[in-house]
């Protein structure tokens, strides 16, 4: 498990997130600001190929892995988001993924 985000971490894990994750839009949402008073813009990360923003993490965490610990793959409990976020980004960088 990752350590809590700093700048450094987020410096060594964007360039796998930017490689493989795609860059989706930001869109304004005139109802939300209708009904909230405020500024709303919706991050439109059901665009990523996984349905979710949960790829990303995965990304993230699958490049902080040494060689060894990637060759032995990951495994996950869940059929949701992030199952899919997690197998998706194994499969990226060719690990095996449970």
């Keep these: 498990m990752t350590p809590d985000p700093t700048p450094e971490l987020v410096r060594r894990v964007r360039p796998a997130v930017t490689a493989h994750a795609r860059r989706t839009p930001l869109v304004p ?3 939300l600001t209708r009904k909230t008073g405020f500024e709303v813009w919706l991050k439109c990360e059901n ?3 996984t349905g979710s923003f949960k790829l990303r993490g995965a990304l993230a965490e699958c490049s902080l892995l040494p060689e ?3 060759s032995q793959g990951v495994f996950t409990a869940s059929a ?3 199952g899919l ?3 998706a980004a194994a499969g ?3 690990m095996p993924c449970t």
Aim: charged share 15%; proline share 0%; net charge positive.
């Design 47 to 49: 665009l990523q190929a």
């Design 29 to 31: 949402s005139a109802w």
């Design 80 to 82: 949701g988001n992030h």
């Design 68 to 70: 060894e610990a990637r």
């Design 92 to 94: 990226r960088f060719g």
């Design 85 to 87: 976020g997690l197998s």
